[in-house]
């Protein structure tokens, strides 16, 4: 007589048993399934979806793109497709001749000259560079403070004019030793930035007015108030003629050369930019102060919900943004131009702080490199026209195209295949499920 299971049948007629109990691997998940994926991956992820990946990367389709308008432009290039069909080599060697001299003679203006016949000869592009960027990289330090306090500052032309014309008016005429006068200049130009800008904060703080529409209307008037200076005997024209244009800067408040005379675009100017841009550093990421501005620039309402006040902030953020854009001012009459001023002396310094502060995430240490690169590309695009015959307007394009791509991060990461940002992600669901709400 055979035994019964509980259930009623005999043990011969029961189901395999299956799953843990017999031995066999469960279905179930289990914690080994879910182990985290190594930390190279993760690393490698993140360094992928990273802003300095993007503006690099950015760079190079800049870069790429204006090879191609070089080898669109060139003569030979246009001759050699006339023809393709016939020997299409030429072409090529072509298009390679053209971007390749184009390229090479922007590193040789901007960094180094490996054709000259000594070394101090051969470092004097990167000299050159370091000059063309230390206003580039004072008015981008600018543009970037107002940046992280939510502002658009836009009215570098006019800081600069105002510094300009301030300095000039207060120390020109003064005949003090270099060790006072040099300083008294720095620091009035500084001043008249600082007031000019901080002008717009106190109408945007007091009356709501946009800083945009302030900014802009201000550069007017400085640009005509510079002009009728300049124009006027008694005021800025200088007494020798009647030229629009101010007397000389005087030679106790020229900032004296870094590295002698061989190298005269590099003068300490340049070394008071530096100490400028550890000084915005400290004060935005480091400082109470620039915890505030920080505060304000990513919740005004949240700020102002938690003691700050924010009206303040915005004073103080065009203080020290118009003080840069002075800085700027100085390194103009004070370095580089210093056998008098008209109303162009800001040489369009204002408006490509915005892009020098766009590259650079209005972060110090990133608008002084994008300082750096505007400025090689300003000292090579020289060499580029002269030794290579392509226009310099082909060097703003390339810039041009450099903020465009900086502006719009998902298409470079497009174009590389490169992993989306949580906040792209998260962009996406909720269009995504606005869309369902929609049809639904």
Not at 30 to 44: G, I, K, M, T
Not at 228 to 255: D, K
């Amino acid at each position: 007589m055979s035994s019964q299971t509980p259930s009623g049948l005999p043990p011969e007629q029961l189901p395999p048993v299956t799953g843990p109990l017999a031995g066999e691997p469960s279905s179930t998940p289990s914690a080994a399934d879910f182990e985290p994926a190594p930390r190279q991956n993760v690393f490698l992820k993140e360094l992928l979806r990273s802003n300095w990946v993007t503006t690099i990367l950015a760079i190079v389709v800049a870069m790429v793109v204006g090879g191609i308008l070089m080898a669109v432009t060139n003569a030979e290039v246009q001759a050699a497709a006339g023809y393709f069909f016939a020997r299409p080599g030429d072409l090529i060697v072509a298009v390679w001749t053209s971007v390749y001299g184009g390229y090479e003679a922007l590193f040789r203006g901007s960094i180094f000259n490996a054709r000259a016949d000594d070394f101090f000869t051969q470092i004097r592009p990167l000299t050159n560079t370091l000059g063309f960027a230390a206003p580039l990289i004072a008015a981008g330090l600018g543009v970037a403070v107002a940046f992280r306090v939510g502002l658009f500052n836009i009215g570098g032309r006019g800081q600069i004019l105002i510094a300009c014309a301030v300095a000039a008016l207060l120390t020109f005429n003064l005949d003090l030793p270099m060790v006072l006068q040099l300083p008294i200049t720095l620091i009035a130009g500084i001043a008249g930035g600082a007031i000019w800008g901080g002008i717009v904060g106190l109408l945007k703080a007091r009356t709501g007015a946009h800083e945009v529409i302030l900014t802009i209307m201000l550069n007017y008037v400085a640009l005509y108030l510079v002009q009728w200076m300049v124009r006027t005997p008694g005021v800025l024209q200088r007494p020798e003629g009647g030229q629009p244009i101010s007397a000389p800067t005087p030679a106790n408040a020229q900032f004296p050369e870094l590295l002698g005379p061989r190298f005269p675009n590099l003068d300490w100017g340049f070394v008071v930019v530096i100490a400028a841009t550890v000084f915005v550093w400290w004060l935005v990421e480091r400082s109470s102060l620039g915890f505030r501005l920080r505060a304000v620039g990513e919740n005004p309402h949240a700020a102002r919900a938690s003691g700050i006040s924010v009206q303040r902030m915005y004073i103080y953020a065009m203080l020290f943004a118009g003080g840069l854009a002075g800085l700027a001012g100085m390194n103009q009459i004070q370095g580089s131009v210093t056998t008098g001023f008209d109303s162009f002396i800001d040489a369009g310094i204002g408006f490509d702080a915005i892009t020098v502060a766009l590259l650079g995430r209005s972060r110090a240490w990133g608008v002084f490199a994008a300082g750096i690169l505007f400025g090689a590309l300003k000292s090579g695009s020289f060499t580029m026209q002269a030794s290579q015959g392509i226009p310099v307007d082909i060097v703003l394009v390339v810039q041009s195209l450099i903020v465009l791509f900086i502006a719009a991060p998902p298409l470079i990461r497009t174009i590389f295949f490169l992993p989306k940002t949580d906040a792209e992600k998260a962009a996406k669901a909720r269009a995504k499920a606005a869309k369902k709400a929609v049809m639904s």
